[in-house]
């Protein structure tokens, strides 16, 4: 049972401190990871006062996701005192619906989902506020929501593997469908075809590629022997994702029907309902149960699975608003003690910087971007597992009904 700061059992739904506590027990050696005990000062700063992040998840045009640090104003809420608040700094800000921190969309991500007839591409996740940024992972969904595969890693930014449709180019398809399963970090790459239907994404390359065909102009992107060779003439071989992350729906027929776990680096997180976040107003009842947190077992190897303490890392706060899903909020301090302690190699953080500079190398690294992207794919489920409980009691009224 997980324990608060002074020994007391927790609250349902209560969610631990949002600070790696500094009495953690050992980690556990993981193979290919460097694991370093961090010392801890005993005057550390409390919860409230760690730094935190928080992003703002926006549907656009119904198939793709912006995820950014700003508020969109024009999109928030016009219920209760958060939307009069809202209202008041779109005055005080002159009447600008949206104030840009970066003008690069720096701290902001964007998730693509491509349209391909006949194939069910995965959508593609970019560090930056559109498809002009560096793709950094794939995200494969799974029948009825209880498996999401993400492939991840540098290979996937490399330019020409995804190409101007959203998807991996035919070159650097990792070959069949037994070939893709045997090996899960082969990517699945997608030819050109001459033909497309209306709204498949990439219409101006198609076109192009088409053209560049009728009138003989090479390369073509569906021709392999056009993948062209190294420096040292090697075969460049199809790209590959570093890391697969899975992301699972557990006990759908339970009391945690929201529950979603993954494991990354030996470690074990899991997204889950929390009864600590209220919404304010009349309409917040209507979303109390919509509400989830980010929680990681720390390996404790004395411990068992059950009994491991926990920390929570991320929040996760459903909106009333029809144009905006709800809000992300990260509590960096937290995950950068775990991830410098049990996850992240030292190197890639630094060990002798100041904590704003090891938060702003930490958002550049696979655990983050995993914490990112698994994030998004909880918001889906929920929102589409809820669609499809109110349109099966709509069915089940209207044949009652009749």
Known sequence: MATNNIGQPLAHGECVSAKVPSSYPPPVQTQGIQVTRLPTSASESTAQDDAHSTLHIYPHKDRHTHIKPTK?????????????????????????????????????????????????????????????????????GGAFWRKYKLQLGS?????????????????????????????????????????????????????????????????????????????????????????????????????????????????????????????????????????????????????????????CLAKYTCSLSGGKCGKLDIFDTALLRLAEEYVQPIGEIGIEQEEAVKIARLKKTLLYQIVIATGLCMVSAEKEKRKAVWEWLQEAGEGAGG
């Open 155 to 311: 290979s996937i930014g490399t330019p020409g593997v995804i190409d101007p449709r959203g998807v991996v180019c035919w070159k650097h398809n990792g070959g069949d469908k037994h070939d893709l399963k045997a090996d899960d970090k082969k990517l699945k790459g997608y030819k050109v075809r001459t033909w497309r239907l209306w709204g498949e994404t990439g219409k101006a390359y198609v076109h192009g590629t088409k053209a560049n065909r009728k009138a003989g102009i090479r390369p073509d992107p569906d021709v392999l022997d056009d993948l062209g060779y190294g420096e040292d003439g090697e075969i460049i071989e199809p790209a590959r994702a570093e890391e697969v992350v899975y992301l699972k729906w557990e006990r759908p027929f339970s009391r945690h029907t929201r529950r979603y776990h993954f494991q990354y680096a030996g470690v074990d997180f899991y997204w889950k309902g929390t009864g600590t976040v209220k919404k304010s107003g009349s309409c917040g009842f209507f979303v109390r149960f919509n509400h989830l947190k980010l929680v990681a077992k720390i390996p404790v190897a004395a411990a068992s699975k059950k009994d491991r303490p926990e920390v």
């Open 72 to 140: 969109d104003l024009s999109k928030e809420s016009s219920w209760g005192k958060a939307a009069r608040k809202a209202r008041k700094e779109h005055k005080e800000n002159g009447n600008v619906l949206e104030v840009s921190e970066s003008a690069d969309g720096e701290g902001a991500f964007f998730l693509h989902s491509p349209y391909l007839a006949f194939h069910d591409p995965p959508k593609v996740l970019y560090m930056g506020a559109d498809r002009n940024a560096t793709p950094i992972m794939l995200i494969h």
